[in-house]
């Protein structure tokens, strides 16, 4: 499919066949549907059948010598087979079992049974705002999946104990056994295309790339087929959500969990994160301290937030149909009460509750607490310098550099609107520095200013490195308006610099010996960093890096860390673990792309490295 806008064109010509001939608008989702199924099946018979035929023609022509030729189709079946067993990891999140909460064990079994849905074999507790049904095949591709159900605490926290109800009854609709089964079975295939085209681009390798270049063509179309019945769907399973819970508590939940959602993004975490500037450690317990939040919800804050989300239009990008839309097909109102004196929290988890928030505060303040302790000693020396500059600007004109690191601690310390006056002046003194333009550009975009767009393409066309920021920015602006036109322009612009990526990405990963190698030229921090790395892998005895740059992305790096290793490595093994670790811990000044390898492989790559002045980075003594 050539363009967003005719992708929306397709969407809307569909609706129109489903309402008018739904029969054979669901024959061709159905057929869709199986033609991805047909081939990974076909993939699947293919690949066995040269497994053995190979291995048939050596037997019976007891030629031996036709190993050299057989390993070819023997290789491409391995391929295949691995492709098609790619693994489909669970949910993150801390994995309940019925002794801490029998009650929500009860509530969930009582609501699966009523809604006649699957059996669901693992709770996953997690610290987000959400909750889902997901199917994790056992077999990769090859199905037998396990059913997970993921409740986030603050949702849960959220809503009183019916409104739970009707979302554990929404969610358990997608896995019905008895209503809407034909969509319920479309509604999976689309979950389970959706999380297998985003593994197979992580993975990359030549094997997945072959699915990728099917479901590249497949994914568009059968989206674009199935999105009709998912949105029916989610229509469905707010039908059953009203069946077991009612409807007044289905469409209060649908209100508590547009408004609080929005209200924790927005305002709880910000806030939270801004105490970063005075606090020189992270709040001890911002969960549980979210959670009494969620409870209690003053009600205008609450109702401001409903408003927009009601306010908000369908989008062709999304399945689940507006706030509004959903509500209507209800038949009730826009209520829910945003102060609850018990939750469903509360009533389900029980002493649970308060450990599992314990937990997730410890876990948090673990994680965050070294990003904190440096980010507030950066805001302390960002202060210093921003004083200093400030009576510098009382004694006259700031020199260009000293007005752009202005503005930009301007905006690291107090936000986008004291920043937004000095960028402007910043802009309009020097209208040809590319950071200043974008910053200003990128602040009006924000906060919906046409006049942002210009500066941001300005930006683009004066600075390379731009480009990708800029494209994205502009793509979501569009977006928000529903401007296809304009989210085609820029999906083209981002497509492109992905290529061109793409191609860099192979060029500045392949090193060879007649390569122009470089000295490295990272700083003495991240060498440091890298040294301590190598030094905890007990096999390798050396390590040299180099750089080089290639013709797609002048601009962009690609360095090679050459790892020696110890004789007994070859008798205890672990050296791809070891390359591993490193690769895992090292980060380079500035983007790039990173090849690590082994000394072995190629005695004239490595005395090309050799050659190179400051390449040796680590000896082991």
């Known amino acids: 499919m050539r363009s967003i806008a005719e992708y929306h064109d397709l969407i809307v010509r569909l609706e129109r066949l489903a309402a008018e001939a739904p029969t054979r608008y669901l024959w061709r989702v159905g057929l869709l549907a199986v033609l991805g199924i047909g081939f990974v099946a076909a993939a699947f018979v293919a690949?066995?059948?040269?497994?053995?035929?190979?291995?048939?023609?050596?037997?019976?022509?007891?030629?031996?010598?036709?190993?050299?030729?057989?390993?070819?189709?023997?290789?491409?079946?391995?391929?295949?087979l691995k492709a098609m067993w790619v693994r489909i990891p669970p949910p993150e999140g801390r994995l309940l079992v019925r002794?801490?909460?029998?009650q929500l064990f009860d509530e969930i079994e009582a609501v699966r049974q009523a809604v006649k849905a699957q059996r669901i074999h693992r709770v996953v507790v997690t610290p987000d705002f959400?909750?889902?049904?997901?199917?994790?095949?056992?077999?990769?591709?090859?199905?037998?999946?396990?059913?997970?159900?993921?409740?986030?605490?603050?949702?849960?926290?959220s809503l009183a104990r019916e409104e739970f109800r009707a979302v554990l009854a929404h969610e358990f609709g997608h896995l019905s056994r008895h209503h809407a089964r034909f969509g319920n079975w479309i509604y999976r295939i689309?979950?389970?295309?959706?999380?297998?085209?985003?593994?197979?681009?992580?993975?990359?390798?030549?094997?997945?790339?072959?699915?990728?270049?099917?479901?590249?063509?497949?994914?568009?179309?059968?989206?674009?087929?199935?999105?009709?019945?998912?949105?029916?769907?989610?229509?469905?399973?707010?039908?059953?959500?009203?069946?077991?819970?009612?409807?007044?508590?289905?469409?209060?939940?649908?209100?508590?969990v547009h408004a609080k959602a929005a209200y924790l993004d927005s305002q709880y975490w910000e806030k939270l994160w801004a105490g970063v500037r005075d606090?020189?450690?992270?709040?001890?317990?911002?969960?549980?301290?979210?959670?009494?939040?969620?409870?209690?919800?003053?009600?205008?804050?609450?109702?401001?937030?409903?408003?927009?989300?009601?306010?908000?239009?369908?989008?062709?990008?999304?399945?689940?149909?507006?706030?509004?839309e959903r509500l209507q097909a209800l038949g009730v109102p826009a209520r829910t009460s945003y102060a609850l004196e018990r939750s469903a929290a509360d009533e389900l988890l029980g002493p649970a509750l308060a450990a599992l928030a314990a937990e997730q505060d410890r876990r948090w303040h673990e994680?965050?607490?070294?990003?904190?302790?440096?980010?507030?000693?950066?805001?302390?020396?960002?202060?210093?310098?921003?004083?200093?500059?400030?009576?510098?600007?009382?004694?006259?004109?700031l020199p260009l550099e000293a007005a752009w690191e202005r503005a930009r601690l301007?905006?690291?310390?107090?936000?986008?609107?004291?920043?937004?006056?000095?960028?402007?002046?910043?802009?309009?003194?020097?209208?040809?520095?590319?950071?200043?333009?974008?910053?200003?550009?990128?602040?009006?975009?924000?906060?919906?200013?046409a006049q942002g767009v210009v500066l941001v393409e300005k930006a683009m066309?004066?600075?390379?490195?731009?480009?990708?920021?800029?494209?994205?920015?502009?793509?979501?602006?569009?977006?928000?308006?529903?401007?296809?036109?304009?989210?085609?322009?820029?999906?083209?612009?981002?497509?492109?610099?992905a290529e061109a990526r793409n191609k860099a990405r192979i060029e500045l990963t392949r090193f060879e010996p007649k390569d122009p190698l470089q000295p490295h030229g990272v700083s003495a921090a991240t060498l440091a960093k890298l040294a301590g790395a190598i030094a905890e892998q007990r096999k390798v005895k050396r390590a040299w890096l180099v750089r080089k740059h290639g013709r797609h992305l002048p601009k962009v790096p690609g360095y090679l860390l050459l790892l020696e290793f110890g004789w007994t490595s070859h008798l205890s093994g672990g050296r791809s673990q070891a390359v591993s670790a490193v690769l895992d811990r090292f980060a380079v000044d500035e983007d790039g792309f990173v090849m690590i390898r082994d000394a072995t492989e190629s005695r004239r790559l490595r005395r090309a490295v050799e050659k190179v002045p400051g390449a040796l980075v680590f000896e082991r003594r």
Not at 58 to 70: D, R
Not at 131 to 157: D, E, H, K, S, T
Not at 370 to 391: D, L, Q, S
């Open 279 to 324: 606090r020189a450690e992270p709040p001890a317990a911002p969960f549980s301290e979210l959670l009494a939040r969620c409870r209690e919800l003053p009600a205008d804050v609450g109702k401001a937030y409903a408003k927009v989300a009601l306010d908000a239009k369908p989008d062709i990008t999304d399945t689940h149909p507006s706030l509004a």
């Open 47 to 80: 690949a066995l059948g040269l497994v053995i035929g190979a291995a048939a023609l050596i037997l019976v022509s007891k030629k031996f010598v036709l190993i050299k030729v057989a390993w070819i189709p023997l290789v491409f079946a391995w391929m295949i």
């Open 367 to 397: 994680q965050v607490a070294p990003a904190w302790r440096e980010r507030h000693a950066a805001v302390a020396e960002e202060r210093k310098r921003f004083t200093a500059i400030e009576a510098q600007a009382a004694a006259g004109e």
């Open 190 to 256: 689309r979950q389970t295309w959706y999380r297998l085209l985003a593994i197979l681009e992580q993975e990359g390798s030549f094997s997945t790339r072959m699915f990728a270049k099917f479901f590249d063509w497949y994914a568009p179309y059968f989206n674009a087929y199935s999105f009709v019945l998912a949105r029916a769907n989610e229509y469905e399973a707010d039908r059953a959500s009203a069946r077991v819970a009612g409807a007044g508590a289905a469409g209060s939940a649908l209100v508590a």
């Open 410 to 449: 301007a905006e690291s310390l107090d936000g986008r609107f004291a920043a937004l006056p000095l960028y402007r002046q910043l802009v309009e003194r020097h209208p040809g520095h590319a950071p200043a333009v974008y910053a200003y550009g990128r602040m009006l975009v924000q906060g919906g200013d």
């Open 130 to 157: 959400n909750a889902a049904v997901a199917q994790v095949p056992r077999l990769g591709l090859l199905g037998w999946p396990q059913n997970y159900l993921v409740v986030g605490l603050p949702l849960m926290a």
């Open 461 to 497: 066309a004066l600075d390379a490195e731009a480009e990708q920021s800029g494209a994205e920015l502009l793509f979501e602006y569009c977006r928000g308006r529903k401007d296809l036109a304009g989210m085609d322009r820029w999906q083209a612009r981002l497509d492109r610099l």
């Open 99 to 102: 002794r801490e909460a029998p």
